[in-house]
């Protein structure tokens, strides 16, 4: 059954609550213009904010086919778009020379059929489904390099791949599009202009509590709130890496299989592998900057 995309900014929210994913007004915003649209969205942010959750919710919100490209550095057509089937080519071409065809125009029109295209990830985003046009998720673009971008030019404008041997393959109906990237390194103008745009931030407190309480259920309510104010805390601190959203819900599910009930200092350090992911923020946090934050909570809640 198709689902249909939502009318409001409070539908489009409503629909994320759904799936489970807490978002502010400004992104349920872009999202429904983006849907309506029929634009690209292009997330911005530090990892573990929530950024490739956000495609993953809407898939399954709408009863549409997630098709995910992970991003690395080197991709290219043959890994992202389409590559032929070169052993099943050059099978079909022993088999046309054995019952004597020599034609080489007969042979290429052979082998170039398009039951030897392995289409990959792009390509398959523009094939029509009966659930309606799927979720393409370009996950971490900035691991790509320049080519690759300039490459996605055509597909993000005019939702088209050109084969050479084939011809243009373009969707009946676009997919929606959902570009995510960790600024390691910045995307050109020509790209961004092709989608909306939204910077995913940190979350404040508020929301912070309110995911860790949806995500993190078993998490006693005392730890959940201390969890957050930590972390809230330790953001302010000069850290090579922050802690997203991911590692909040990380440590909280750890520290509830630890049984615990609050935070202390000692649950603190032995469990900091959960939160920070770099050992030169571990060795500053752990003793004297975790008691001190500790502290600061305590006297705050006095």
Known sequence: MT?????????TAALL????????R????VLFLALKMGR???????AGVGKTEIAKVLASALGRKLIRLQC???????AAVYEWNYQAQMIEIRLAEAQGVEDRHVLAKDVFDDRFLIRRPLLQALEPDVNGPPVLLID???????????????????????????????????????????RTREIHDALKRRCLYHWVDY?????????????????AEDLSQQIVSFVQALRERDLYKQPGI??????????????????????INDTLGTLLKYQDDIAQVRGSDAAQILDELKTAAE
Do not use: H, M
Request: proline content about 7%.
């Open 3 to 11: 689902i249909s995309l939502p009318a409001s900014i409070d539908e």
């Open 17 to 24: 609550s759904s799936g489970a994913y807490v978002a502010d």
């Open 26 to 29: 400004s992104l349920a915003t």
């Open 40 to 46: 690209p969205l292009f997330l911005e942010g530090e």
């Open 72 to 78: 690395y550095e080197g991709l290219d057509a043959a």
């Open 140 to 182: 971490e673009l900035d691991r790509t390099d320049e080519p690759f971008e300039a490459y996605l030019l055509e597909v993000l404008s005019d939702f088209q791949i050109t084969i050479p041997e084939i011809g243009t393959v373009k969707a009946e109906e676009p997919p929606i599009v959902i570009v995510t990237s960790n």
């Open 203 to 219: 979350p404040d407190a508020e929301r912070e509590l309110e995911i860790v309480r949806l995500k993190a259920p078993d998490a």
């Open 246 to 267: 991911a590692e909040t819900l990380d440590w909280a599910n750890a520290l509830t299989q630890l049984n615990a009930v609050s935070l202390s200092e000692s649950n």
